[in-house]
């Protein structure tokens, strides 16, 4: 029998020039492409310096021919790759000296490398002073680290090369605010490099470098940020105003009611939505210098009793190459944790952190994948069901979702998702043992249907949306109604559907065109005489289909009942989900329908957004069933996983009677 976790995970076997078992290669995903470099061959003990592409969509595998001008990186491992503004950034790991005697002689590397995705050449690599060495001290948890307490680019006394980071490798490594942050990492002798040092990718010079007084490296750890910032306006207004309970949107200078008005005295007749009644939800934007991308740092390790750290690194604004920690870790809970992981990789997903990795236990191996809110800091596994229940999986890298494509209407684009690597065939203790990955299979794990996904990013700023809302309220500009199932009619602007509206500005054309047509069959049967000609032009796109019946010159009979008219209307003039009335759960399960009917892709995307964050156990079975009609699937099987958790609780309290 198959669980409802089995609908969440796919598994493909992958194609092309598929890699060879190799221990300690990068990962890098870049759109719908993941980029492999380096690592080790098992079975030659060789490093190689290679690079492979893997193409998301079509399963295959493509091995990348380097330019013969080009400076090739030296072959390594343990090293890390990230991706910024086209390129892929290396940095450090272990590698053979070349010319060395014996010819197998390790040594670990310091340089940054930058590989161009759009012309793919290695750009040539840029000079650098070596760093200061400092004595090498045995290294454990009680001992203070080994690296200068802190050192800036913007400290007069500090000299280019005491900034440089030592040759590192199995170190952690994330981009954000054009900065480079190497954490950690270990020596050729295998002691812990206790330091966090930042690169600046726009000058290409060290600018800090600093003491970090904990054990990291990919062994024990995974450093990671956002590619966008998730945003909470509700929380940022209750900051700026100092954090009181009422704090309330600021009106935009006019009384409700009468901001488009002179005498500034709202009629009786109007129905207004009072400002303190506004619902923001959160949403995607691009990270500023107020609002970051934070780097999450993740760490367990003594894996008989696990201990587990967190703490985020907030780039300060520029010019300051400084940078804020903050320790969370006593913050974290839920109703469980997760087990030591080896190996572990993580991503930041909307308001989640994932955290995958091997699990070892006497009597039960796996690799196990979960996820913290970083709202309210509560841990939950994800259970990606029979697909990785057996077979040897280790990599793990996050897809982010496909945007919305206006062009083609699209109702459900992809959301992320969580891609694992390994070989269903394999042996997962076996191969953990010789620290190997395999590319031969990949698993994908839909992540929205755990209620991990990127919230739409807005259409319309705040303060364009209450101003929009009070546009429509007040009929600025009405020159159309909407007519209601009851009759009642809303007052809109035609301009406003017409623009935001592809379906009623289609209608409209073919309503035209018709008119054009009876006009000018009227002027053919009066043989001319007295008439005007009218030239009929109609869009070289419009099919030859009628237009709706329920469309005249200054109406559109809406066969909805008023609520949701009014509720369709106001996001028209919005591009949200601004009000009360929106919000309430009939109103949004009949705009999810509106939105499949209409194909309004990005209606849709708000509303799954609000009922992702408001499904309980009480509102599941309605979310389920208007999900299932809307093919909207990832939403469709969270709430189906409440209702069966419902379900079940009400059989054992029917049982314990």
Known sequence: ?????????????????????????????????????????????????????????????????????????GARY???????????????????KTGSEPPEELF??????????????????????????????????????????????????????????????????????????????????????????????????????????RHSGTYRSVAVAGTARVRYPMEEMKGAAGGGPTTTTP?????????????????????????ESYIHQSYTAEPTDEYPNDIYLYSNY???????????????????????????????????????LRFPTGAICGNHLIFGGTYLAHSYQSFSIWALDLGNMCWTRLDPGAALASGSWFKGVLWPAARPNAQTHAQSPRGARFVIFGNRAGNLVEDYNRRL?????VAFIDLESFGIYQPPPLSLSLKSQQLGLAALEEG??????????DGRKIK??????????????????????????????????????????????????????????????????????????????????????????????AVLSQLLLLSATYELPHLQGLVKHAMHSALSSATSVGVYEVATLCSCQSLQIRALKLVMVRFFLSFLFFLSF
């Open 1 to 73: 029998m198959h669980s409802v976790s089995d609908l969440t995970t796919f598994s493909r076997k992958t194609t092309g020039d598929v890699p060879p078992r190799l221990v300690g290669a990068s990962t890098t995903v870049v759109g719908d492409k993941m980029y492999l470099f380096g690592g080790r061959l098992v079975m030659e003990r060789r490093m190689v310096s290679e690079l492979y592409a893997f193409d998301m969509e079509t399963y295959v595998w493509e091995r990348i021919t380097y330019h013969p001008d080009d400076d090739v990186p």
């Open 78 to 96: 343990f090293h890390s790759t990230d991706a910024w503004r086209g390129y892929l950034v290396l940095f450090g790991g272990m590698g053979h």
């Open 108 to 213: 670990v590397l310091n340089d940054v490398r930058f590989f161009d995705l759009n012309t793919r050449r290695w750009l040539p690599p840029s000079p650098q002073p070596q760093p200061q060495q400092s004595p090498s001290q045995p290294s454990s948890d009680s001992e203070a680290p080994n690296n200068p307490s802190s050192t800036s680019a913007a400290d007069p006394s500090a000299s280019a090369s005491s900034l440089i980071p030592r040759p590192r490798y199995a170190h952690l490594s994330s981009i954000t605010s054009s900065r480079l942050f190497v954490i950690g990492g270990q020596d050729l002798n295998n002691l812990w490099l206790d330091d966090l040092c930042v690169f600046d990718l726009v000058s290409l010079k060290w600018v800090q470098r600093k003491a970090y007084p």
């Open 251 to 275: 009106t935009l200078g006019g009384v409700p009611g009468a901001r488009f008005k002179t005498e500034k005295t709202p009629p009786a007749s109007i129905e207004f939505t009072p400002p």
């Open 302 to 340: 003594n894996f008989t009793d696990v201990k587990r750290e967190l703490e985020i690194f907030t780039p300060l604004p520029a010019p300051s190459t400084s940078f804020r920690m903050t320790d969370l870790s006593a913050s974290m809970s839920g109703t469980a944790l997760p087990p030591g």
């Open 437 to 441: 990955l395999s590319w031969d299979d």
């Open 476 to 485: 600025v500009l009405a020159d159309f109604e909407v007519v209601c199932d």
């Open 492 to 585: 809109v602007s035609r301009k406003v559907l017409e623009g935001r509206w592809g379906w009623f500005r289609r209608e409209r054309e073919r309503f035209l065109a018709e008119a054009r047509r009876a006009i000018e069959g009227i002027g053919s049967e009066s043989g001319g005489a007295g008439g005007v000609e009218t030239p009929l032009v109609e869009p070289a796109d419009l099919d030859t289909k009628p237009p709706d019946p329920r469309l005249t010159p200054r109406s559109l009979l809406l066969s909805e009942p008023y609520p949701i008219t009014l509720a369709l209307m106001q996001y028209f003039y919005t591009l949200s989900l601004l009000t009360p009335l929106q919000h309430a759960p």
